[in-house]
């Protein structure tokens, strides 16, 4: 059973910066694809970036340039490095894993953008 814990949420100033890390285990980290998607209250969970096996990397328009998706496979853990973080990118940030065809989900952490 996959299993996937994010950390590195928080408090930050506007212009700031985070770095969420998501843990995975149950599988095999190397032959999964990671995401992180973000989600405000009252919207739907929308996708901030992926990463696939080989390390290929997608972006959404309104992160480009300022966030960066990667991982380690030794560790089996994916990272999301957020720079000049802005107060619309407020959310609660969760990973997702995508193995054997299925799609699984952290609980969550929250990043609160200050002004």
């Known amino acids: 059973q996959v299993q996937l814990e994010e950390s590195g949420g928080g408090l930050v100033q506007a212009g700031g910066s985070l770095r969420l890390s998501c843990a995975f285990s149950g599988s095999i980290f190397r032959a999964t694809a990671m995401a992180w998607y973000r989600q405000v209250l009252g919207k739907q969970r929308a996708l901030v970036a992926r990463?696939?096996?080989?390390?290929?990397?997608n972006y959404a328009d309104f992160v480009k340039g300022r966030f960066t998706i990667s991982r380690d496979n030794a560790k089996n853990t994916a990272y999301l490095q957020m720079n000049s973080l802005k107060p619309e990118d407020t959310a609660a940030y969760y990973c997702?894993?995508?193995?054997?065809?299925?799609?699984?989900w952290g609980k969550g952490t929250v990043v609160t953008v200050s002004s």
């Open positions: 997702q894993a995508n193995w054997a065809g299925a799609y699984y």
């Open positions: 990463i696939g096996t080989t390390g290929s990397t």
